[in-house]
């Protein structure tokens, strides 16, 4: 081409070159690792944008994405990487995670890129408090997910003549309709983090946010053995009757079942809604979307963070500009855009989002009062009190010999046993974090 034009004469192969060179970005001159686990279709897209707009900053995103829905194996590898001396340079890590690896000293502070992009004026009092560890900023947050979301077919329900069903009966009544129309009611997986999913909806529909935050946040033992434990627990078997036969299926496998017709709702964290674009499905025409019974006045959270592990200060000023980048306006909204949650910005703007993620973000945006946040998704307490409560609401529903009263009970044991253990530890997760 250059050489072509050169022979129409030097001053335009000069000018050419002089646009090329203007229209190129200069090639990148840092690389950061980073681990996550957004290896869905949709998820991959928006880790793809976070990429583009870092090698705009001649910073090279070099992908280490671990498979795993909620992070199952992402925090495995990660605390292997870490002991191993081989921390990433930056790391999805979310909730009282955060607190968990920045208690270890081996987060970076992020408080210069924060008191100077003004991070306080303009993030949600509740993720201020998320990223914050010993009053330094340990993160930068993303974008938030809701995870009491409801989602239904909407030719199905024109076709039966449905609503949305606002309470659990009414779901009842959905359900047994779309049973005797041949269709199955509620995509769901019987994989262990999507029940425990499930059960935390039903938790939050049966008490709201106080009660909920009574049983996951502080773990009390009062809690476990109260009638509403225990009517969540019952709920949680009448839905099991309502799905397929148990399978360990991951939620990507659920929203294809969901999009191509064959469950008539499904409950799921809206990144599930970027998901279904990738099925060709269309919010507002071929699903609509919802809080999940019970919970149109709460806001079943997961924020998603990064945070950078210290120990190569050569790496620094790049992870800081990342920092930096992730809270500007249009990467929060485009990122959100693509990964279905919303802004952590209280000034992002409502117009650019869809129907569902408005009145998400207008929900968390009425505060703490009506926020739950997600014990699946490390919101509410430390990894090991969740991954023991998750394994016991597990075997609950798997196993439809074991009474409630005796989910209740081991329940409360464990709940003793961490209260225990927390006591004068240092960075106990006993502490309600949402507050
Ligand atoms: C994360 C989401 C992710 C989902 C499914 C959640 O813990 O917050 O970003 O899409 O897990 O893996």
């Given at each position: 081409m250059l050489a072509a034009c050169a022979c129409h004469g030097g001053v335009l192969a000069a000018a050419q070159l002089a646009a090329a060179a203007a229209t190129t970005p200069p090639s990148p001159t840092t690389s950061l690792q980073v681990l996550h686990w957004w290896t869905s279709a949709s998820e991959r897209k928006a880790a793809d944008l976070l990429a583009a707009r870092l090698a705009d900053e001649r910073i090279d995103w070099q992908d280490v994405a671990i498979p795993g829905g909620a992070g199952l194996g992402a925090g495995k590898v990660l605390k292997g990487r870490v002991l191993a001396g081989d921390a990433p340079e930056v790391t999805q890590i979310i909730g009282v995670s955060i607190a968990e690896w920045a208690d270890m000293g081996l987060l970076l502070e992020l408080d210069n890129v924060a008191t100077a992009g003004n991070w306080n004026n303009f993030l949600f009092p509740t993720i201020r408090q998320l990223i914050q560890h010993r009053k330094h900023v340990v993160a930068a947050p993303l974008g938030i997910h809701r995870v009491n979301t409801l989602y239904y077919n909407r030719a199905l329900f024109a076709q039966l003549k449905l609503t949305p069903p606002q309470t659990w009966s009414e779901f009842e009544a959905a359900a047994q309709r779309l049973r005797a129309a041949g269709v199955q009611p509620l995509a769901q997986s019987s994989q262990d983090w999507q029940v425990a999913a499930l059960f935390e909806n039903l938790v939050l529909a049966e008490s709201g946010p106080e009660f909920y935050r009574e049983l996951f946040v502080r773990r009390s033992p009062a809690a476990a053995a109260?009638?509403?434990?225990?009517?969540?627990?019952?709920?949680?078997?009448?839905?099991?009757?309502?799905?397929?036969?148990?399978?360990?299926?991951p939620w990507t496998d659920v929203v294809g079942q969901f999009a191509r017709q064959q469950a008539g709702m499904m409950i799921m964290g809206d990144w599930a809604k970027s998901e279904l674009a990738e099925h060709?499905?269309?919010?507002?025409?071929?699903?609509?979307?919802?809080?999940?019974?019970?919970?149109?006045?709460?806001?079943?959270?997961?924020?998603d963070t990064l945070a950078m592990f210290t120990g190569?200060?050569?790496?620094?000023?790049a992870q800081e500009k990342m920092a930096r980048l992730l809270m500007t306006p249009s990467v929060q909204a485009d990122f959100n855009a693509l990964k279905g949650g919303v802004p952590v910005r209280r000034d992002a703007d409502p117009a650019r989002m869809d129907?569902?993620?408005?009145?998400?973000?207008?929900?968390?945006?009425?505060?703490?009062?009506?926020?739950?946040?997600?014990?699946?998704?490390?919101?509410?307490?430390d990894e090991t009190s969740r991954d023991a409560i998750i394994a016991e609401v597990h075997r609950y529903f798997?196993?439809?010999?074991?009474?409630?009263?005796?989910?209740?009970?081991?329940?409360?044991?464990?709940?003793?046993?961490?209260?225990?253990?927390?006591q004068g530890v240092p960075g106990a997760q006993d502490i309600d974090r949402g507050r």
């Open positions: 109260d009638r509403r434990t225990a009517e969540a627990l019952r709920r949680l078997r009448t839905i099991k009757g309502w799905i397929r036969q148990p399978d360990e299926r060709n499905q269309t919010l507002d025409q071929d699903y609509g979307c919802g809080a999940a019974p019970g919970t149109g006045n709460y806001h079943l959270y997961s924020v190569d200060y050569r790496h620094m000023p129907s569902c993620a408005r009145a998400s973000w207008t929900t968390f945006a009425k505060g703490a009062a009506v926020q739950a946040p997600s014990l699946v998704h490390r919101m509410a307490s798997m196993d439809d010999r074991v009474p409630e009263a005796e989910a209740q009970r081991r329940l409360g044991a464990l709940f003793r046993l961490f209260n225990l253990r927390s």
